[in-house]
């Protein structure tokens, strides 16, 4: 049976949050003001240092449901199409880039997975090559955001369209790999076969070193999208299994 690799992208693949890094672009096309651009830097900072738990996930959620209410979703297409490489390029992780490569050469699709908006999950992954995309998609009414959300691509969110997603295309979830940084992915992590913990957060390195005792440094990102694969590798530790998978790379 075919297998695939599901990626997290934020903090696994990128750098940074990928919604939050398009504020300033948002601002100069009148979508948001000086003052949501500030909360979205620093909302952004908080991130970074900390990662993501269930409630800061859940605020960003509402803060962002609210914030793009009454949107027109051409603008917003069109503002992630202009400025996309110029914000998201310099923040993709070489090694990520690797692994692609590595998983495309053995024949497994790559799969990124994030709770962002798949107005900007579908663009990042067309500029990364990857096979599909799942992101969390929201309510449109007369090509406006209504600020509800259709599908939220969070938490066991994530293990229900992986899931589907097997099940349409016949994979086998055992040998299947997924990649993330974050315990909120737990539900992701827990479902296949070759769970890899990628910049863990502290609740996410606390599991994966109970398993293995490793954790190496993270990289910085690389400014290149494809035929990159060099500097140091990202921060990786594997989660126990029963038994434990200790595969380092992809065979």
């Known amino acids: ?23 300033k672009p948002f601002y100069r096309g009148g979508l948001v003001n000086r003052r949501a651009v500030l909360k979205s830097s620093f909302a952004q900072f908080v991130y ?29 297409h069109d503002i ?28 497994r699709d790559v799969v990124i997975v994030s709770s962002s908006g798949e107005e900007v999950v579908g663009p990042i992954g067309e500029m990364l090559g990857v096979d599909r995309v799942v992101a969390t998609r ?15 691509a969070y938490g066991p969110g994530k293990a229900v369209a ?3 997603l097997a099940a349409e295309a016949g994979l086998d979830l055992a040998q299947c790999y997924a990649y993330s940084d974050s315990a909120t992915d737990l539900p992701m992590l827990e ?27 993270s990289s910085s990102p690389c400014a ?9 590798p990202t921060r990786r530790a594997h989660l126990r299994r029963t038994p434990p998978q200790l595969s380092r790379r992809p065979p």
């Open 48 to 76: 970074l240092l900390q990662g993501a738990d269930e409630d800061s996930m859940d605020k960003m959620r509402d803060y962002l449901k609210a914030l793009c209410a009454g949107w027109p979703v051409q603008q917003v």
């Open 138 to 152: 929201m309510v449109v009414q007369d090509g406006r955001y209504t600020g509800d959300i259709a599908f939220y």
């Open 80 to 107: 992630v199409a202009e400025t996309l490489h110029e914000l998201i390029e310099p923040l993709v992780y070489a090694e990520a880039v690797a692994l692609f490569e590595e998983h495309h050469a053995a024949g």
């Open 1 to 23: 049976m075919p297998a695939a690799a599901f990626f997290d992208l934020d903090k696994t693949v990128i750098a940074k949050s990928s919604t939050l890094a398009f504020g």
């Open 162 to 164: 992986i899931r589907e």
């Open 224 to 232: 290149c999208v494809t035929g990159c694969a060099t500097g140091s």
């Open 191 to 217: 479902l296949v076969g070759h769970p890899v913990a990628v910049n863990p957060d502290k609740a996410l390195r606390r599991l994966a070193t109970a398993g293995v005792g490793r954790c190496a440094r």
